[in-house]
């Protein structure tokens, strides 16, 4: 292990442990060189209309790519070269054995090389993310250059200690009496096989890296399946790392992109595979509700949720309004953890300035997420773009069985008119309307549900958590015995609870090193970054022994 | 946590970090008091035909009770307070909250006391596991005694470490630039849910506590099922830890024994109750598979497995069949670990003395299983009892596939003259003959396989591990590059190999704090003493942010 990389992953175990803030990449565009924008931009906008060469090709016959810009509404012409899933399993395997007999200090040193490498290219990644997710640009630089990959960092910390708790050669020496029982013993973490790793279009880099750095940690070659409208973020990544193998004199193949099209899906013929053996998945409950039930799988999900806010009482209104409308609007909603059902007692809830009743509640969330979408500086750089038109469609469905305090506002990018936009739709339903708030509308939509009390708004929190998933759980509180309630129920839902957020601590954020994102312990997920478990399933303790 | 217990888990975790040898209970009986021997048999003797009421009992309606002693066949005459699946769950359910509050100390605590605890009964749990299991005296004391205990002793430990990872309440505080943002954070391991742990008639306890300590030390209450005619060890064993709840205050539901009767079982009830989150199973694959399969579950199994000896090349000739011999002849081979395939290359094998050809190999493994079974200081010693009728049945039946080379032989125990023995059957046959070797033939039976070469020896016997699981492989040659080839193979298949052990040093014998027990990654179980996820897949982390 090269000096830097050692010293990077002996900083990463450090904060892990104590949970601490630590950024190795730095979050802040400023804190890159000043061209590098321009540069980004340009490098960016070169591969658009022409063949992704970058990686490391073997013999194919075609190429796909149907990504298509939400802020300009038009295909990026982006074409990757495809394989067949027997192809890409073949070449996993020929692969496979070089990197088996890599130490986890190698394996750490090729790793760490490759995120330095991905980190010269944090602002093409960022056009590219943006031009297929429909994130700003603020957001696409951070969630998928330095955030990204200071996630891959604490998964490579985390199985490099997994990968050396125990000694690996030793004399086990046995006193019985008149003699010692001497034998010889070896132990080796044998990587499980091939990991697929399927990414979703709406973090494409930031929900891919994870289990593609744990794979690779534990020895397992890996197949990233991007989901096809999301493709050029991660093929960049894929490239830096074939390089960052290529230079240490290790193959290619040891991680290969599987592009596909909606039309001719590959994933099943990929996850039923017999030699994949490690299957990381986000998106939608229906595809990983299957993958988690294949047999003789290892997998590691992460699906839909409904997040609630439960709304009790507060010192001061503004800002926590402010808060719940800026994590509603913050990338159009279209985060696994931003807040849709609001919990609101019929008799409204405390302030500091007295009550506000359950209308005025509705009045004022609806309020600010008018004031923030209306904000020419602000709206379109938090709403960004809508990535599916689905999701739009969604929304529209849902307004149909609530009423409306608050619709969408048109709004138009100051850059880019073509953008595909919708501010959230804020409806008010009471808390027997299940059918509206009880399953996930993925998009700009809050539900606030009117309940008897608060302990009714915790109870239903906890319940949706436990049946339907959920990833975060908002409460405002100013009652202590209250908010220990909430946090003991929705935590035995498996569900954090983040209390009392205002100013720039937002709910949606889950950071590196410190926030576990996704217990694994409801139908939310069955895995979390990073837990122990993310990586130490990836691989098989096998110990051998010698008589003397 | 007391300074003992403290003291005892910072040296279990070094010896489990080190993998060196360590024993907190001596496994030799003459390290206890003279007298407790004498006493143990007493105990044992005065629990026979009465109603066992040592539990903290619940109301309940009957009682049942069917265990045979395989040495005297007769029955015990045992009667255990019986339960309904929904009285156990309820019940558990009722002490959850009190245990759920505990910290990762006060819990390894109270289990390091029930561990002291159990120990001054080691020779009342011999006696009770000799009279329903068959084992021998020798072998009941050391496996559900000491052996036992530390296995327990060692999931509590690295439990304890695993829980003691993370910080659990610290200031977060990220610079912003202008100011910096501080969140209160809290970190805490939730207990996934009740753990129903189902044992085996064969190692009633040995099998039992890694789970039953594993879900303890996470904060599940525990249901212990014991397979019907196992009961007596482990009633003792939670009735010990029974005590140690209730001195430190706690529930004594916390663990329940749920015994049931072939008649009438309750395990299915049990482990598709929502109730219950994770299964601990040890027995057959068929129910194995069942219980990997159910949904919402996280599983624990050891299943059935074909063990192979790899014979190449020996040094010396004797000790290697001496070996293979004690291996079989132990236990009658009811073990897991026990050998049953030899595969011996066509033109036989090279020895310091000469080569030895197939036919000699196969009298050579016959005459040293014959000659242990005949001695009358070793013989009946080493067999034990047959637990099971249906052990006896079927190698009566595998006999039919095959030439035997050496049949069984009648063998009188001098002290139980009753005794239901069968010393092991030597089979012969050719490598085409699957339908004899391709399947676990649990008992005394063993298989020489004619191979083609040593190659096809490794090949055949990695491919049953990969196909059938297997827990162990026993290997000699004194060919460095073949024993490195087969080292790579097996341990491909997940499959750990022990190297030309000779005099002590036997295949079956898995220690604690060194051994992992089953990998859990191929078909002969999911899951393994101790790895790391042995104990962290039974808790959640769930993080809570606070703003200041």
Redesign the interface.
Known sequence: MSIQSQELISMAISA??????YAAYPE?PKAYPEEANQQGLEAFQKTLNQDFTELAENAHSQRVGSEISPYMQVGLGVRYASYSAEDLIKYAQEAAPAWKKTTADQRAAVLVDSLNRISTRFFEIAYATMHTTGQSFVMSFQASGPHANDRALEVVSLAWE?LS???TE?D??????K?D?K?R?T??A?P?GIGLVIGCSTFPTWNTVPGLYANLMAGNPVIVKPHPKAILPIAIVVAEIQKALQAAGLPANLVQLAPDTLENPITKQLAEHPAVKCIDYTGGSAFGDYIE?L?GKTTFTEKAGVNSVILDSVKDADPVFGNIAFSACLYSGQMCTAPQNIFVPENGINTANGPLTFEEVVERISGAVKGLVENPKMGPFTLGAIQNEMTVNRVDAAKKGARVALDSIPVVHPEFPDARMKSPVVMVTEAANTTLWKQECFGPALVVVKTKSNAESLELAAKAAEELGAITCLCYSTDHSFATEV?EQM??A????????????FVNQH?AF???HV???NPSGNA?FT???YV??RF????????E
Do not use: H
């Not at 086990?172 to 009496?177: A, D, E, N, R």
């Not at 498996?494 to 601590?505: E, H, K, L, Q």
């Not at 098989?540 to 008589?547: I, K, L, M, S, T």
């Open positions: 892990q442990k104590t949970r601490q803030f802040n997994e708790r125990f000694a030793l086990w020496i046995k006193p019985m009496g003699f029982l034998i013993k132990f080796q044998i499980r039930e047999k946090a935590n035995a498996f569900t954090p609870v983040s209390f009392n957020f205002t100013g720039a601590a950071a410190s926030d576990f217990t694994g312990g979390g837990n122990p478990e130490n399933k098989v303790w096998v110990g051998n022994r010698y008589a």
